[in-house]
């Protein structure tokens, strides 16, 4: 997913002009500030030294006897410099040896101002185990040779997936019990407690995917092809309501996680095991969430092999069975899942007021959404939209670290909530805003305001998301949720306002209209 490139500059050197040798100097430097390439050390000997000492020493005799003679020339008075060469007048030597000179002497430069370290033996890396990434390999990379048609090779591709996804499943599970769990539960960075209910049920999936996993494989003929796969799943998918226990869980396990993080101990162990080479640079929670993210892909692995199964296969009367079965197990974890959620958010509320405790957040079942939003102050708000009400909190902890939410004004009921969408580049006029919305600008962007019909107490909420595709989730969700309500409250009103039936008419919803015999036998009684 990530592809690193690293480029190398190399510094080549040219020959120049004697009188220049000051400038490569300078190029020379300017290079080292972008170039962060170690440069070469170039050592002299002792003989070389001595002779360019010599060399120097001629060149300042030349210069004393010119400086004796009596001159009529104007002579230009030479600017200070902290460089030698600005020092030594250039003579009247041969071109090949004033370049040598000069490349020599700007080398020497360069190395007496930064003198570089010796560069460090790599050590070779020891081979991991565990490879960073997984090879991704199909069916057709397992079969010398095959003679079936395109769409019983697309079957095979995603039965061969379905396979493949439970054995890197396996292989993760315990991985996350051996690298993880023991060796936390063995040098007491968690209690056994906290790890209980961190990595709940986690450990009884195992088995059940390699149960899965030792049938599939059963099935592969001397070909490596599946036939009939249908009954294999239609008999294992009810082992997928184990499920149900560990994924609401989750909710629980995710908060005393990144409560955990907060500690010392616990932080560098799960940064070293994640820096390592067999996470893939997954972190723990990454692990733990694999089984939900294993569970809604069931359906659509079915959908694609009964969309490549022909209409005369055996699996074409037990795969929409199959199919039904493993949506209807989805179905149910998603909706126990959500019910422990808002069971959970529901505990973590504190409330300013007793005004504040609606008992539309107490029948509340599930949550629509929840997240963080900006009020017309500018300030962060978690807010929470329950199955029957709106909650706008603070966040906050308890004394053991824990989170907590502080209910901010009057939640507001969902069957009397008014939902405007404020368009983006409306002005922002009036003082609603504050300026909190704008950032400076006159226009608002990302921003929806909600409000209560019936109680007083309730003021107009403006709100604002983090980017368009946060706004339009809230704003449907809001919706559905007043819709829902709304639909609720006047059924809830219809069956109270309705009498009750008369038993004595009870017989009646037992005739059928279609006999004529039995519609005699019940009027002559």
């Given at each position: 997913m990530e592809v690193d490139e690293m480029g190398e500059t190399r510094t080549s050197w040219s020959a120049v002009p004697a009188g220049t040798h000051t400038i490569l100097c300078d190029h020379a430097a300017k290079k080292r500030k972008q170039d962060p390439a170690p440069e070469p050390v170039i050592r002299i000997t002792e003989d070389e030294e001595e002779e360019e000492e010599e060399e120097e020493g001629e060149m300042m005799c030349d210069h004393m006897k010119d400086s004796?003679?009596?001159?009529?020339?104007?002579?230009?008075?030479?600017?200070?410099?902290?460089?030698?060469?600005?020092?030594?007048?250039?003579?009247?030597?041969?071109?090949?040896?004033?370049?040598?000179?000069?490349?020599?002497?700007?080398?020497?430069?360069?190395?007496?101002?930064?003198?570089?370290?010796?560069?460090?033996?790599?050590?070779?890396?020891?081979?991991?185990?565990?490879?960073?990434?997984?090879?991704?390999?199909?069916?057709?990379?397992?079969v010398e040779s095959h003679d079936l048609t395109a769409k019983e090779i697309k079957r095979q591709e995603v039965i061969y997936e379905l396979t493949q996804g439970e054995r890197q499943l396996i292989e993760d599970l315990s991985l996350v019990k051996k690298v993880y769990y023991e060796p936390m539960l063995k040098l007491e960075i968690m209690t056994e407690s906290e790890l209980g209910q961190i990595f709940g049920t986690l450990d009884s999936l195992i088995p059940l995917h390699e149960d899965l996993l030792s049938r599939l494989e059963r099935l592969r003929g001397s070909e490596k092809t599946v036939g009939q796969v249908g009954p294999t799943l239609l008999h294992w998918f009810p082992c997928l309501e184990a499920y149900v226990t560990y994924?609401?869980?989750?909710?629980?396990?995710?908060?005393?996680?990144?409560?955990?993080?907060?500690?010392?101990?616990?932080?560098?162990?799960?940064?070293?095991?994640?820096?390592?080479?067999f996470s893939r640079k997954l972190d723990l929670w990454n692990f733990l969430d694999l089984p939900r993210s294993r569970l809604v892909k069931y359906p659509?692995?079915?959908?694609?092999?009964?969309?490549?199964?022909?209409?005369?296969?055996?699996?074409?009367?037990?795969?929409?069975?199959?199919?039904?079965?493993?949506?209807?197990?989805?179905a149910e974890v998603n909706k126990k899942t959500g019910e422990a959620e808002c069971q959970f958010y529901r505990r973590g509320l504190t409330y300013l007021e007793e005004s504040q405790r609606l008992p539309e957040i107490r029948q509340s079942r599930f949550l629509f959404c929840h997240g963080e939003l900006k009020n017309n102050k500018g300030q962060r708000l978690h807010v929470f939209l329950f199955e029957l009400a709106l909650v706008l909190t603070r966040p906050g902890e308890d004394r053991e670290g824990g989170q907590l939410f502080h209910v901010y004004r009057q939640p507001l009921p969902n069957a009397l909530i008014n939902l405007e969408e404020i368009p983006d580049g409306e002005p922002a006029g009036g003082g609603t805003f504050r300026g909190a919305f704008t950032g400076g600008n006159d226009k608002v962007k990302n921003c929806f305001r909600v409000s209560s019909r019936g109680r007083s107490k309730a003021h107009p909420y403006s709100l604002q998301a983090n980017d368009s595709f946060s706004k339009q989730q809230w704003i449907t969700c809001l919706r559905q949720a007043i819709v829902q309500s709304r639909d609720r409250t006047a059924q809830t009103s219809q069956s109270q306002l309705s009498p009750p039936p008369d038993p004595a008419l009870y017989h009646i919803a037992e005739l059928s209209l279609s006999s004529d015999t039995e519609m005699t036998d019940h009027t002559s009684r």
């Open positions: 004796e003679e009596p001159s009529t020339k104007r002579v230009k008075p030479v600017a200070k410099s902290n460089s030698l060469t600005g020092v030594i007048t250039p003579t009247k030597t041969p071109a090949l040896k004033r370049i040598g000179q000069s490349i020599s002497r700007s080398i020497s430069f360069r190395t007496e101002a930064r003198p570089l370290p010796p560069t460090p033996l790599r050590s070779r890396a020891k081979p991991s185990s565990f490879p960073r990434r997984r090879n991704s390999q199909c069916w057709s990379d397992t994924c609401c869980n989750q909710v629980g396990a995710k908060a005393l996680l990144d409560q955990k993080k907060h500690e010392k101990r616990v932080e560098h162990f799960l940064r070293l095991c994640q820096e390592s080479s659509l692995l079915l959908k694609e092999i009964q969309k490549c199964t022909p209409p005369d296969h055996p699996d074409e009367d037990t795969l929409p069975d199959a199919l039904e079965l493993v949506q209807s197990i989805v």
